[in-house]
C-alpha cells in the first residue's frame, strides 16, 4: 500500500484538520465527534440540511458544506457509517429553529446510526426529518436485499435541496423536494481497478487486467457482474442502458447527466464517457439540460466511474442553478 | 452464585479482549462479504469501552455497566454493527433492572433482551445471515439451560455453544439482510461476521463467568 498517510488510524482526524485549514472561509471543523459546519452556521430561521456518511468518497460529504448545499456533514471512518453522537452534534450546532433534514444513503450502517439519532435528537426537541437516498439500478430493490444504495445521485440531491433551503424553503417542502429528486434520479457504476481502506492495507478485491466489475458500488463492495474490460462506448452503455431502463427515461424528458470518477479515473477518460453519453441520450431524443463532470462521489483512489440520470422540470433546474459556495461546488457567487 | 457488576465488567473486559485478537478474522471475513471495517468497528468500540472502564467511576450495577457499555458502542462503532449492539446491550440494561446480582434466570432474560433489540432495530430475521442467526439459538439455549437449573456460567457456555452453531449455520445462506444482501447469490459459501463476532463475545462472557467462582 502506497499512500501519502502517516498512520491508517489517523487518516480522517488528519484529513479534516487539512480540510479546515484549506477553507477557513467555508467551513469549520469538530474534531470530538467529528462533524463539518458551514461557517457561519447556525443559520437562523433555515432549515438545517445533514448529511453524512464513510469518509473515503471525497468531496462527498464534507465538500458540500456551505451556502446553497449542506449545513453540517458527518464524515464516518474509511467506509464506514458516522456514529449517532456525530449527527447529534451536527443538528446542535446547526440549529436554527427550522428544523433538520437528514439526507442519509441507503446502507443498513448509515441508516441504524441516522436513525437512532435521529430519535435521540427528537427526544431533545428540535424537529428532524429523514430522506433515505437509494438511486443505484445495480442492486435489486426486493425483500431480500437492504434495498437500493444511496451513489451519485447524492451529490444532486444535497445540491439541490441545500438550494431550497436557503432561498427560506420549510422544513415539510425541504422533504418533500428531496423525495421528489430521489424519485426521480438513477445512478450505475464499473470499476476498473479496486481501492484500498488505509487500515486494511490491501485491495478490496482483484480484477484482472482484462476485467472490469459493473455496478459497483463505493464502498470496493463488489458488484452485479464481472465481463470482459470494452472500449469507452461498451462501458458507457453498460451504465447508461440500465439507467434508462428502469425509472424509465424516455423520448422529450430533460435531464441532468452527471459523470463521475471514482477517484483514480482522470478527466480525460472521463469526458471521452461524457461525450459518448450525450450522444446516446440525444439519439433517444433525451434532452441533456445540465450537466456535471469531473470526481464527486468516488472511491479513494479507484480507476472507474459512474453515470447518474436525474428527470428535471423548471423548478429543479432553477434550484440547481441557484448560488452554491462549496469547497467542491462553487458557482454563482 | 450470581454475577455481581465485578463480574458483568470482567466480562466486558474480555470481550474487548477477544474483539482485540480477532479484529484482523472479522476483518477478513467482512472483505468477503462485506466492505472490510467489521473487526476494525468492533475493536475501536471495545477499546474506547476499556479506556472508560479505566478512567471513570466504576459502574454501581450490572444494568449501569451494561448501560455505560450500550452508549460507548453507539458513539464509536459505527456501521451497522454499532447501533445493533448498542441497542442490544441497552435492552438487557433494562432488562436487569436494578439488581445487584444476575442469576441464571437473569441473564437468559437479558440475552432474549438483547436478542429484542437487535431485531428492533435491524428487522432481520432467522435465514437472513446475519448476527441474528447466532443470536437467536443462543438465546434459546440460555433459556433451556437456565430453566433446567444451570449457573450462569452454564447458561452461558451453552449459549455460546449454540451461537458457534449458528453462526456455522450462516455459511451455505444468501444474505437478504446488510451489505452482504448487495452480492446476491455470491453471499453463498462464506461465513457472516457478524454472527462470529456475536459467538466470540458470548464465548467471552462464558468463560469470564466460568474463570471465577461464579
Ligand atoms: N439488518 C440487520 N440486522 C441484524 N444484523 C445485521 C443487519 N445488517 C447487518 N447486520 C450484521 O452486521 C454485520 C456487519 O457489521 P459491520 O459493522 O461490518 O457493518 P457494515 O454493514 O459494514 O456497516 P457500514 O455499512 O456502515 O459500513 C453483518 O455481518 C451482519 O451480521
Ligand atoms: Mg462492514
Same mark, same amino acid.
Given at each position: 500500500?502506497?499512500?501519502?498517510?502517516?498512520?491508517?488510524?489517523?487518516?480522517?482526524?488528519?484529513?479534516?484538520? @487539512?480540510?479546515?485549514?484549506?477553507?477557513?472561509?467555508?467551513?469549520?471543523?469538530?474534531?470530538?465527534?467529528?462533524?463539518? %459546519?458551514?461557517?457561519?452556521?447556525?443559520?437562523?430561521?433555515?432549515?438545517?440540511?445533514?448529511?453524512?456518511?464513510?469518509?473515503?468518497?471525497?468531496?462527498?460529504?464534507?465538500?458540500?458544506?456551505?451556502?446553497?448545499?449542506?449545513?453540517?456533514?458527518?464524515?464516518?471512518?474509511?467506509?464506514?457509517?458516522?456514529?449517532?453522537?456525530?449527527?447529534?452534534?451536527?443538528?446542535?450546532?446547526?440549529?436554527?429553529?427550522?428544523?433538520?433534514?437528514?439526507?442519509?444513503?441507503?446502507?443498513?450502517?448509515?441508516?441504524?446510526?441516522?436513525?437512532?439519532?435521529?430519535?435521540?435528537?427528537?427526544?431533545?426537541?428540535?424537529? !428532524?426529518?429523514?430522506?433515505?437516498?437509494?438511486?443505484?439500478?445495480?442492486?435489486?430493490?426486493?425483500?431480500?436485499?437492504?434495498?437500493?444504495?444511496?451513489?451519485?445521485?447524492?451529490?444532486?440531491? $444535497?445540491?439541490? %435541496?441545500?438550494?431550497?433551503?436557503?432561498?427560506?424553503?420549510?422544513?415539510?417542502?425541504?422533504?418533500?423536494?428531496?423525495?421528489?429528486?430521489?424519485?426521480?434520479?438513477?445512478?450505475?457504476?464499473?470499476?476498473?481497478?479496486?481501492?484500498?481502506?488505509?487500515?486494511?492495507?490491501?485491495?478490496?478485491?482483484?480484477?484482472?487486467?482484462?476485467?472490469?466489475?459493473?455496478?459497483?458500488?463505493?464502498?470496493?463492495?463488489?458488484?452485479?457482474?464481472?465481463?470482459?474490460?470494452?472500449?469507452?462506448? @461498451?462501458?458507457?452503455?453498460?451504465?447508461?442502458?440500465?439507467?434508462?431502463?428502469?425509472?424509465?427515461?424516455?423520448?422529450?424528458?430533460?435531464?441532468?447527466?452527471?459523470?463521475?470518477?471514482?477517484?483514480?479515473?482522470?478527466?480525460?477518460?472521463?469526458?471521452?464517457?461524457?461525450?459518448?453519453?450525450?450522444?446516446?441520450?440525444?439519439?433517444?431524443?433525451?434532452? !441533456?439540460?445540465?450537466?456535471?463532470?469531473?470526481?464527486?462521489?468516488?472511491?479513494?483512489?479507484?480507476?472507474?466511474?459512474?453515470?447518474?440520470?436525474?428527470?428535471?422540470?423548471?423548478?429543479?433546474? $432553477?434550484?440547481?442553478?441557484?448560488?452554491?459556495?462549496?469547497?467542491?461546488?462553487?458557482?454563482?457567487? | 452464585?450470581?454475577?455481581?457488576?465485578?463480574?458483568?465488567?470482567?466480562?466486558?473486559?474480555?470481550?474487548?479482549?477477544?474483539?482485540?485478537?480477532?479484529?484482523?478474522?472479522?476483518?477478513?471475513?467482512?472483505?468477503?462479504?462485506?466492505?472490510?471495517?467489521?473487526?476494525?468497528?468492533?475493536?475501536?468500540?471495545?477499546?474506547?469501552?476499556?479506556?472508560?472502564?479505566?478512567?471513570?467511576?466504576?459502574?454501581?450495577?450490572?444494568?449501569?455497566?451494561? +448501560?455505560?457499555?450500550?452508549?460507548?458502542?453507539?458513539?464509536?462503532?459505527?456501521?451497522?454493527?454499532?447501533?445493533?449492539?448498542?441497542?442490544?446491550?441497552?435492552?438487557?440494561?433494562?432488562?436487569?433492572?436494578?439488581?445487584?446480582?444476575?442469576?441464571?434466570?437473569?441473564?437468559?432474560?437479558?440475552?432474549?433482551?438483547?436478542?429484542?433489540?437487535?431485531?428492533?432495530?435491524? +428487522?432481520?430475521?432467522?435465514?437472513? +445471515?446475519?448476527?441474528?442467526?447466532?443470536?437467536?439459538?443462543?438465546?434459546?439455549?440460555?433459556?433451556?439451560?437456565?430453566?433446567?437449573?444451570?449457573?450462569?456460567?452454564?447458561?452461558?457456555?451453552?449459549?455460546?455453544?449454540?451461537?458457534?452453531?449458528?453462526?456455522? &449455520?450462516?455459511?451455505?445462506?444468501?444474505?437478504?439482510?446488510?451489505?452482504?444482501?448487495?452480492?446476491?447469490?455470491? &453471499?453463498?459459501?462464506?461465513?457472516?461476521?457478524? &454472527?462470529?463476532?456475536?459467538?466470540?463475545?458470548?464465548?467471552?462472557?462464558?468463560?469470564?463467568?466460568?474463570?471465577?467462582?461464579?
Amino acid at each position: 500500500m502506497k499512500k501519502i498517510i502517516n498512520d491508517p488510524a489517523t487518516v480522517v482526524v488528519d484529513a479534516l484538520h @487539512g480540510m479546515a485549514a484549506a477553507h477557513p472561509d467555508l467551513l469549520r471543523v469538530q474534531t470530538d465527534p467529528a462533524v463539518v %459546519v458551514r461557517a457561519d452556521a447556525a443559520v437562523h430561521g433555515k432549515v438545517a440540511v445533514i448529511s453524512g456518511g464513510g469518509s473515503g468518497h471525497e468531496p462527498l460529504h464534507g465538500g458540500f458544506v456551505g451556502m446553497g448545499m449542506l449545513d453540517a456533514a458527518c464524515p464516518g471512518p474509511v467506509f464506514t457509517s458516522p456514529t449517532p453522537d456525530q449527527v447529534q452534534a451536527a443538528v446542535t450546532a446547526t440549529d436554527g429553529g427550522a428544523g433538520a433534514l437528514l439526507l442519509v444513503k441507503n446502507y443498513t450502517g448509515d441508516v441504524l446510526n441516522f436513525e437512532t439519532a435521529a430519535e435521540l435528537a427528537a427526544a431533545e426537541g428540535t424537529e !428532524v426529518r429523514t430522506v433515505l437516498i437509494d438511486d443505484d439500478v445495480a442492486v435489486k430493490d426486493s425483500l431480500y436485499t437492504a434495498g437500493r444504495r444511496g451513489v451519485g445521485g447524492t451529490v444532486l440531491v $444535497e445540491k439541490i %435541496v441545500g438550494a431550497a433551503a436557503q432561498r427560506g424553503d420549510d422544513l415539510d417542502a425541504c422533504e418533500a423536494l428531496a423525495r421528489r429528486v430521489v424519485a426521480g434520479v438513477r445512478s450505475m457504476g464499473v470499476a476498473l481497478t479496486a481501492c484500498t481502506v488505509p487500515h486494511v492495507g490491501e485491495p478490496s478485491f482483484t480484477l484482472a487486467d482484462d476485467e472490469m466489475e459493473i455496478g459497483i458500488g463505493i464502498h470496493g463492495e463488489p458488484g452485479r457482474q464481472r465481463v470482459p474490460m470494452e472500449p469507452a462506448d @461498451g462501458i458507457v452503455r453498460h451504465l447508461l442502458d440500465p439507467i434508462l431502463e428502469d425509472l424509465p427515461f424516455v423520448e422529450g424528458d430533460r435531464v441532468l447527466l452527471f459523470t463521475n470518477s471514482m477517484g483514480g479515473t482522470p478527466l480525460v477518460e472521463l469526458y471521452i464517457a461524457h461525450g459518448i453519453a450525450e450522444r446516446l441520450l440525444a439519439e433517444r431524443g433525451i434532452t !441533456v439540460e445540465r450537466r456535471l463532470v469531473g470526481p464527486y462521489i468516488t472511491s479513494l483512489e479507484m480507476q472507474g466511474m459512474s453515470l447518474t440520470v436525474l428527470r428535471l422540470d423548471d423548478e429543479l433546474v $432553477e434550484l440547481w442553478d441557484a448560488p452554491v459556495h462549496t469547497a467542491a461546488l462553487r458557482w454563482g457567487v | 452464585m450470581g454475577c455481581s457488576v465485578e463480574g458483568v465488567v470482567a466480562a466486558l473486559r474480555s470481550a474487548a479482549e477477544v474483539v482485540t485478537a480477532h479484529r484482523d478474522e472479522l476483518v477478513e471475513l467482512d472483505r468477503v462479504i462485506g466492505d472490510a471495517d467489521h473487526g476494525e468497528n468492533l475493536k475501536r468500540g471495545f477499546t474506547a469501552l476499556v479506556s472508560k472502564l479505566d478512567l471513570s467511576e466504576p459502574p454501581a450495577t450490572p444494568s449501569a455497566a451494561l +448501560k455505560l457499555a450500550a452508549t460507548t458502542l453507539i458513539s464509536t462503532v459505527g456501521g451497522a454493527a454499532g447501533p445493533l449492539y448498542g441497542t442490544a446491550l441497552l435492552r438487557a440494561a433494562t432488562s436487569v433492572g436494578d439488581a445487584a446480582e444476575l442469576d441464571a434466570a437473569g441473564v437468559a432474560a437479558a440475552l432474549r433482551a438483547a436478542l429484542d433489540g437487535v431485531v428492533a432495530r435491524g +428487522k432481520a430475521e432467522p435465514g437472513d +445471515k446475519t448476527m441474528v442467526d447466532a443470536l437467536t439459538p443462543a438465546v434459546a439455549a440460555a433459556e433451556a439451560a437456565a430453566a433446567s437449573g444451570s449457573t450462569v456460567a452454564e447458561v452461558l457456555s451453552a449459549a455460546a455453544d449454540a451461537a458457534d452453531e449458528g453462526a456455522a &449455520s450462516t455459511v451455505p445462506l444468501v444474505a437478504r439482510k446488510g451489505r452482504a444482501s448487495y452480492l446476491g447469490e455470491r &453471499s453463498a459459501n462464506h461465513l457472516d461476521p457478524g &454472527s462470529r463476532s456475536t459467538a466470540l463475545l458470548l464465548r467471552s462472557f462464558a468463560e469470564s463467568a466460568g474463570g471465577g467462582d461464579r
